[in-house]
């Protein structure tokens, strides 16, 4: 397998974490990627973060939902493999509860 040589930090993404991720806009940025928007092929925790925007130092995409906590940042470049990542590149899930309704019950929920 050949690896895509990609340094990329912390500070590479433009947003780390979410509680609503679905459609969050992410910034990756390293060398080797393709400007063919296509080529490219991102995901977090398994599932794909939509490229939307590439060139061959930036990737943009957005992210779908995914399961609380915290994931590593996969990049697949066709013809050239998976990006070798120095250090940990991850993306946050987080969950939010504003409210519940009703706040209470009977034990038989009635």
């Given amino acids: 397998m050949l690896f895509l040589h990609v340094s990329l930090t912390q500070k590479t993404l433009l947003l780390s974490s979410g509680t609503s991720a679905l459609s969050t806009s992410i910034v990756i940025t390293g060398t080797g990627f393709s400007s063919v928007t296509s080529d490219n092929n991102v995901t977090i925790a398994g599932v794909d973060c939509s490229v939307t925007a590439a060139t061959t130092t930036e990737v943009t995409c957005s992210v779908g939902n995914g399961p609380v906590g915290a994931y590593p940042v996969v990049v697949t470049v066709v013809d050239k493999g998976d990006a ?13 509860i504003s409210g ?3 706040s209470s019950g009977s034990l038989g929920g009635r």
């Fill in 84 to 96: 070798a990542i120095a250090g940990t590149v991850e993306f946050s899930y987080t969950a939010a």
């Fill in 100 to 102: 519940i309704s009703p």
